[in-house]
């Protein structure tokens, strides 16, 4: 009778066991699905912010080789080009706190 009782406790055990398997195995596909959409959404921010400093920079080159460029002009245009770098920075910064937590 006591071995029934200690081989019924094992295998109640076993199958909790493999019911934690299954729930850890679910919880890493959620946090690996999850980092993969933000290193998607972190991409598309990228392409953008690389988009507008490329238009940026290429009006200043062309206002420049046109010579129809004034220093308040160029001003606006390179803290625009900063702004944009500072905020793609910020979002770097943010993606990495959310994949090290």
Do not use: P
Not at 3 to 28: P, S
Not at 52 to 76: A, C, F, R, Y
């Amino acid at each position: 009778m006591l071995e029934i009782v200690i081989m019924l406790i094992a295998l109640i055990l076993i199958v909790e066991l493999f019911r934690q398997i299954r729930y850890l195995r679910q919880k890493v596909y959620e946090i690996s699905s999850h980092k993969e959409e933000l290193t998607k959404n972190l991409i598309k921010e990228l392409r953008s912010e690389l988009c507008i400093i490329s238009t940026i920079s290429s009006g200043i080159e062309v206002n420049l080789e046109d010579e129809k460029i004034n220093k308040d002009s160029l001003m606006n245009s390179l803290n625009d080009m900063s702004t944009s770098i500072k905020n793609f920075e910020d979002k770097v910064n943010w993606f990495e706190r959310k994949l090290l937590s």
